[in-house]
């Protein structure tokens, strides 16, 4: 299910207090992300499930901290929703710095 758009503007006021809050910490994500996509095998950041299972990707990377400040923000029904693919999809092209793949 997709957000509503109350919980999108939520997730950015997280986001938004994180980067005040806690620049430090955001740097060093930032940084952080770009060592990851420097050491991508392809544009797709997949990764494989070792069980035999199919291919996931890897869309975004956040610390504990931010997503915690989320979480905190969101209701459990939509953290639940949060973690779905399209949810996933626009969290990663709303705020790309924080993107791994370069192909959402």
Known sequence: MSLTPKAKMRIRLAVSDYQQMFPKDYKELLRAIEY????????????????????????????????????????????????????????????PQFAITKQV
């Open 36 to 95: 990851q996509k420097q050491n991508l095998k392809t544009d797709y950041a997949e990764i494989t499930d070792t069980r035999g299972g199919s291919d996931m990707r890897a869309l975004f990377t956040i610390d504990e901290r931010l997503s915690t400040m989320i979480g905190m923000k969101l209701t459990n029904e939509e953290l639940t929703d949060f973690k779905t693919t399209e949810n996933c999809r626009w969290f990663a092209k709303e705020f």
